[in-house]
């Protein structure tokens, strides 16, 4: 069963941690440790340019929509070979900030440079969501914040065109025919050549950043796809890197989008097993939301529905027609944090009982701010180059809430878009000695836990730590923060006392809009 409708958003069959932030500010949990208010995205302010290294940069500030404040920062255009093989060839710029410890007196040794998530998110406009995990980090170190080629403000692949909409009127056959020509359209018009947008690109330039600002190592924190980034960094530059963190584990071996439809079965199987254990909630509900989930795709994917809604963005009132795409979409979102996962139960039964307005609102929403979070032009590059030529069909995701048409769109887009190269080891597993903290949630649909444990068995000092109750994303998560700073400035994972994040625990499911039962 295909429910092109999820699928003809091909944006989210990326690892998602844009996703992650977008439903945690939904869900109330955005960043209190950020001051001042926010507009979007970096900018300048009036003052001195300082030197890092041979690098000039000038202030700016970070802002999320998705977070209170902004941050102070020093902002810098670094240029870099587009085609590293051809050094002397067509360059590109990307988009650098510097975060300068807080601690004026600190030695400031070894920066941190943090790898934002995807893939197609940029550093700068994901840290105001993450900021607050770095406040013991950021005492004694500089970090530095890379918008990875394509993203941001690092000549950005946007193809916004790319993943259109549908009302429900078009056959399966027909969005994707929509979707592959909007890809090519987009493919024609760039005025870069997007075969040389891959991880194995990124990492080079990150390594010729850290040489400009004179830095003999560096410590990677890698979140969602972020950290095969940091894998990669860590497994081409040994001598340069000195401790690794890696938040919501993919591994190297992993064929991104081949295993999401049944890591987010197995994750809501989990979460809805919080609702059958819950006496208020198996009594409202019936403790079966996955079996309501099931019921209620399917009659939508028979027939879709007009449903009148208010416009999230604008207040306006909207009639469109609710798909099984917008119940898997917003299933699927909301699964990645606890705080939202725990609505799923009242949502599908609203939705169940024919009340589709709230959840068409939240698709819309959910939709919009991840069409603004991610650069898809970007994410395809890394893709079509890295993966797409290895995806397997698998009969199991036949019955799964996404079904397999993520896969099938992004192999037909592939066949459209300018395709690089990936080395020939680059799937390897990552082995090494390097101190290696692992991050997981319990209930991670996208990174679940059994990827950090296979991550784990190649690294004789690293450690991983799970997040009991939690989702996709653990840095702003209980005492992490401390642990965090702790093993940035030890080096040393094994040490970590890291009994504090034995106080985490469930977020129970909501039965009814006034909120959790007493």
Not at 236 to 257: F, I
Not at 373 to 402: H, I, K, R, W
Request: glycine share 8%; hydrophobic share 40%; net charge neutral.
């Amino acid at each position: 069963m295909h429910r092109f409708g999820y699928a003809q958003r091909p944006r989210y069959a990326a690892l998602g941690l844009a996703a992650a932030f977008a439903v945690l500010a939904l869900a109330g949990c955005s960043n209190g440790d950020t001051p001042a208010a926010a507009s979007g995205g970096a900018g300048k302010t009036a003052a001195v340019k300082r030197h890092y290294g041979r690098i000039v940069f000038d202030p700016c500030t970070l802002s999320s929509a998705y977070a209170a404040g902004t941050i102070a920062a020093q902002c810098a255009t670094f240029k870099v070979p587009e085609n590293h093989a051809a050094p002397n060839g067509r360059t590109i710029d990307l988009h650098i900030a510097w975060l300068p410890p807080t601690d004026e007196s600190a030695a400031d040794d070894d920066p941190v440079f943090f790898l934002a998530g995807g893939p197609g998110q940029a550093a700068t406009e994901s840290w105001p969501l993450v900021d607050g995990a770095f406040r013991e980090v950021r005492k004694h170190r500089s970090i530095v914040l890379v918008d990875q080629r394509g993203t941001g403000r690092s000549t950005p692949l946007t193809c916004r065109d790319a993943a259109g909409d549908s009302d429900g009127s078009q056959s399966e056959q027909a969005m994707l025919d929509h979707s592959v020509a909007a890809v090519e359209r987009c493919a024609k018009s760039l005025k870069v050549d997007a075969r040389y947008f891959t991880t194995t690109d990124a990492i080079a330039d990150l390594d010729r950043v850290r040489t400009a600002i004179g830095a003999a190592k560096i410590d990677l924190v890698g979140v969602s796809y972020g950290t095969r980034v940091a894998q990669q960094y860590a497994g081409r530059y040994p001598q340069h890197t000195r401790a690794v963190v890696l938040d919501g584990v993919a591994p190297n071996e992993l064929v991104l989008g081949s295993e999401h439809a049944r890591n987010l079965d197995s994750a809501l199987a989990a979460q809805f097993k919080l609702c059958q254990q819950t006496p208020a909630c198996r009594a409202r509900f019936g403790g079966e939301p996955r079996e309501q989930l099931r019921r209620l795709m399917a009659r939508l994917q028979a027939a879709p529905v007009e449903v009148d809604y208010r416009d999230p963005s604008t207040g306006e009132q909207l009639r469109e027609k609710v798909t099984s795409g917008h119940v898997a979409m917003l299933t699927r979102m909301f699964s990645y944090a606890p705080e939202a996962a725990s609505l799923l139960p009242l949502m599908l039964n609203e939705a169940d009982q024919g009340r589709y307005a709230p959840l068409m609102s939240l698709s819309k929403m959910l939709g919009n701010q991840l069409s603004e979070e991610l650069n898809y032009g970007m994410q395809l590059s890394v893709t079509c180059a890295e993966d797409a030529d290895l995806f397997v069909a698998d009969p199991a995701d036949a019955d799964t809430v996404l079904g397999d048409a993520m896969t099938k769109v992004l192999q037909a887009q592939c066949k459209v878009w300018p395709t690089g190269q990936r080395p020939k080891d680059f799937h390897a597993p990552f082995a090494s000695p390097l101190p290696v903290l692992l991050l997981s949630g319990e209930l991670d649909p996208v990174t679940p836990p059994r990827y950090g444990e296979q991550v784990l068995k190649h690294l004789p000092n690293g450690r991983h730590l799970i997040l009991r109750g939690q989702g996709h994303g653990a840095l702003r998560i209980g005492c992490t923060p401390k642990l965090l700073g702790q093993f940035i400035e030890t080096a040393n994972a094994k040490q970590l006392d890291a009994r504090c994040l034995d106080a985490l625990g469930y977020v129970p499911p909501f039965v009814s809009f006034n909120g959790w039962e007493p």
